[in-house]
């Protein structure tokens, strides 16, 4: 399995961004792929999350109304609009995708079979 991130980089507060994650190597249609990222100095925590079957998703407050995930599931590929960029948002985000859901949710397990991304630095400017 392989899951490759693009699309961050440095924008003003108020901006945009669309970070895309490209999977491949899945043989089954159900599995989870989300966002999560990583500020400096704090814990990893789930951004945006997506059910590969059937499109259901999942938001973390902090991003919900501003943030948008998709699926093109011909190109094997999800996207994470996000607008309304503020300096908090500034981390490294990560994409991650599994068979096994996290409990209750669409999100991966991230456990230690979850497959993850290089991770693309996304910086906002006050």
């Known amino acids: 399995v392989q899951v490759v991130e693009s699309g961050g980089g440095l924008v003003q507060a108020g901006g945009s961004l669309r970070l895309s994650c490209a999977v491949s190597?899945?043989?089954?249609?159900?599995?989870?792929i989300g966002w999560f990222r990583q500020a400096p100095g704090k814990e990893r925590e789930g951004v945006s999350c997506?059910?590969?079957?059937?499109?259901?998703?999942y938001y973390a407050d902090s991003v919900k109304e501003r943030f948008t995930i998709s699926s093109d599931n011909a190109k094997n590929t999800v996207y994470l609009q996000m607008n309304g960029l503020k300096p908090e948002d500034t981390a490294v985000y990560y994409c991650?995708?599994?068979?096994?859901?996290?409990?209750?949710?669409?999100?991966?397990?991230?456990?230690?079979?979850?497959?993850w991304g290089q991770g693309t630095q996304v910086t906002v400017s006050s």
């Open positions: 997506i059910r590969r079957s059937d499109g259901s998703t």
């Open positions: 991650a995708a599994d068979y096994l859901f996290a409990y209750g949710t669409n999100c991966p397990s991230t456990g230690v079979n979850t497959d």
């Open positions: 190597g899945f043989t089954f249609d159900d599995y989870a």
